[in-house]
């Protein structure tokens, strides 16, 4: 047998499975801009407005666990919400385990109870459930006949509440969502490509679907939900990292309907060190896959209309693209050196195929970005300035984002890792919740080296690809992908002290300047 010839044609399949499978996500990029342009004036409007003596209760969350340096800012931006005081509950739901935590809520809805309104501070002693646990708790004691959600790092608009409570007017409406918008966006080079990431999921993602009459999901945070359909759903269930994912999909199962709102924002920290980017994408992708795991068979057996099924099918497996990514990454220089990637070079099937692959898989996402930063800004120069970096990125998180995927396919179980915020007042260093235990090492994250080594072998394969002419053009791609792996690896042992240094200094952050269509 000839094992070279058959290692070979193994390589060979998983490459081009690979590929085809991140060229089918790319194509679907292009599906949710066309259903951007489509549905984009189908703009949402209340049935109509409630009296200024009839506006409902309201219950406004605030989860959070060890937020010693923005506790009190966000108990303070909620009190300034404009909402009557009769018709607003402040929970206050934190489950730190930081004294110094727990103190900065507790001054802050002390103080809030002062000047009159009702504010309900409620400390678990554990985390049972995570953040789903924490809600799901507060809800024991809501007065309100609806409840607004935000995470510690916003600062919720004081017009958010009035904004969105028109729309429940409409009985089958169960959520309505804001934007998120970004208060340190211009702190460094990867607070501005998360920015650009989320932009494009927010602005583009969220409408197209929300306005062809698609399943969209609730984000967690700055948003309202009735609470009878929380209830009606099955609750806030903590058998995923992505609670609410998984709650608005069960939620739209029971013919639940959301409301999105992009030109109402909600200004919030974007993660300023690597190491908390990779956190949440790890997060994020880990608690994605549990989620189209539990819910996505439910959907397709279900009597969705068949546009739901197909984009939700999309929606909840688009996180396998880590996987693919990874692959044809690792598997690029060798594919390229067999020359045949997979048609044959010098073919017109070969030119063929670079140019469907190049515009499905590379030019979607730029198509996706650009659109998404000139619907906000009128600007579409700053994406091709920074598409390199973002696609940099993206190979560079690849490792992560696959370590998670491949956790939640086999069942592992982790626990709810909170995103460290830095606040705009005096920084507080976190203070670990673990108690060390003598004698015992701390153990050693291996991923940063195995990051930095795939870095290497991509510097390498780059080199070797120079020394052909054939090749000589992926070497640029290489490159990149080079960078993207040295980059997040570099800065995960390093981390960013530019968003320590900067809360140190007092510096306020301020939500970049808009014009939002």
Known sequence: MDWVGLLHKILMTVYTFSLGMVCVYGFHRYVLVYLYYRHRRNVPKPPGHYAQDQLPMVTVQLPMFNEANVAERVIQATCQIDYPKDRLQIQVLDDSTDPRAVEAASRACRQAAAAGFDVQFIHRQDRTGYKAGALANGLKTAKGEFVTIFDA????????????????????????????????????????????????????????????????????????????????????????LTEDMDLSYRAQLKAWKFIFLPDLTAPAELPAEMNAFKAQQFRWTKGGVQTAIK?????????????????????LTCFSVHLYVFFLVVMLFPALYIQSVPVENGTPARAIFDLLVFTLATVSATVFYTASQYELFRDWRTVLKYMP??????????????????????????????????????????????????????????????????????????????????????????????????????????GMPAGRKAAAQGRKLQPARQEVK
Request: hydrophobic share 45%; charged share 20%.
């Open 389 to 494: 970096f973002l696609m940099a990125l993206g190979i560079g998180v690849s490792l992560s984002n696959t370590k998670a995927l491949l956790e939640a396919v086999f069942g592992k179980k982790t626990e709810f890792v909170r995103t460290p915020k830095f606040g705009d007042g005096k920084f507080v260093a976190e203070q670990q919740a673990e108690t060390p235990v003598p004698g015992r090492r701390k153990k050693r994250k291996i991923l940063p080296y195995i990051e930095f080594a795939c870095g290497l072998y991509m510097l390498f394969g780059s080199g070797v690809c120079l020394l052909h002419l054939k090749t000589a053009m992926a070497a640029p791609f290489l490159l990149m992908f080079a960078a993207g792996f040295f980059y997040v690896s570099i800065l995960t042992w390093v």
């Open 153 to 240: 790092d916003f600062i919720p608009e004081p017009s958010i509440v009035r904004k969105s409570i028109d729309y429940f007017l409409d009985p089958r409406i169960c959520a309505v969502q804001a934007r998120w918008e970004h208060l340190n966006r211009n702190d460094s080079m990867l607070t501005k490509t998360q920015a650009i990431f989320l932009d494009g999921h927010f602005a583009i993602e969220h409408v197209a679907r929300n306005r062809s009459g698609r399943y969209m999901q609730f984000n967690g945070t700055a948003g309202t939900w009735r609470i009878a359909a929380i209830h009606d759903a099955g609750g806030w269930q903590h058998d995923t």
């Open 295 to 315: 819910i996505l068979p439910k959907i397709l057996l279900s009597k969705a209309p068949l546009k739901n099924k197909i984009d939700a099918f999309f929606h």
